[in-house]
């Protein structure tokens, strides 16, 4: 089945500093991916829907100059975490759908601290 | 109304029960709608999808009513190792966006 490949998977990180997160497809393209944030006890929120070539959607309240997204090929997302705050400690996982599969695959996920 | 609304939970099913949980949508418009399972602090993984015929994996039924707007999962036979946070999935056409619920906690106790 479809592989999505997510790291690092656990990052501590300085306040104010960036962090980089990319998601890789595995074996399939992925003309979308999602990119998904998950605060402890809580459900995935939708951060933003990432296109291959094109300018990423953001949901409403997500920065998107905070939390910037490249999806420059076909098998790899990149969020970007700038200026980074304890506040943006979250679990933050990216998913695509490989085409004529049901679902979605997950990346593993990455556990940001920031202290 | 919400997009997607589940009873949080927790359900606490002695084990070897059986065990059914909904998931109400408010788009009359959505076309897809899946089951993922969650472990804690894991990312989700897909449990099954919904179909509008309904359908069975083994000890896991989806089902789907698109006229009350909701979709179940029932579990027969529960084992601990069902126990989980079961999210419930819906997607809008052309995957546009997929709405997770908020997730159902079941612990299936020995």
């Known amino acids: 089945g479809a592989v999505v490949s997510q790291h690092p998977s656990r990052v501590i990180c300085k306040s104010g500093t960036s962090v980089k997160i990319e998601c890789r497809s595995l074996d399939f393209q992925a003309t979308t991916m999602f990119w998904y944030r998950q605060f402890p006890k809580q459900s995935l929120m939708l951060m933003a829907t990432s296109n291959e070539g094109s300018k990423a959607t953001y949901e409403q309240g997500v920065e998107k100059d905070k939390f910037l997204i490249n999806h420059a090929s076909l098998t790899l997302s990149t969020l970007t975490v700038t200026s980074a705050h304890p506040e943006d400690s979250s679990f933050y996982i990216c998913?695509?759908?490989?085409?004529?599969?049901?679902?979605?695959?997950f990346g593993s996920g990455t556990r940001l601290t920031v202290v | 109304r919400k997009e997607v609304e589940q009873d949080p939970g927790p359900f606490n099913v002695p084990e070897g029960a059986t065990v059914a949980f909904n998931c109400t949508y408010s788009?009359?418009?959505?076309?897809?709608f899946f089951w993922y399972r969650q472990d804690c602090r894991k990312e989700p993984k897909l449990l099954m999808s919904?179909?509008?015929s309904g359908n069975e994996d083994g000890r896991f039924t989806a089902q789907l009513n698109r006229a009350s707007q909701y979709i179940s999962l029932l579990i027969r036979d529960s084992k601990l190792s069902d126990s989980a946070t079961y999210l419930c999935?819906?997607?809008?056409?052309?995957?546009?966006?997929?709405?997770f619920g908020k997730g159902t906690r079941l612990h299936i106790l020995p």
């Open positions: 788009n009359s418009a959505s076309q897809s």
């Open positions: 998913s695509a759908r490989e085409w004529g599969e049901d679902g979605y695959t």
């Open positions: 999935v819906v997607t809008t056409y052309r995957d546009d966006k997929i709405i």
């Open positions: 919904v179909y509008s």
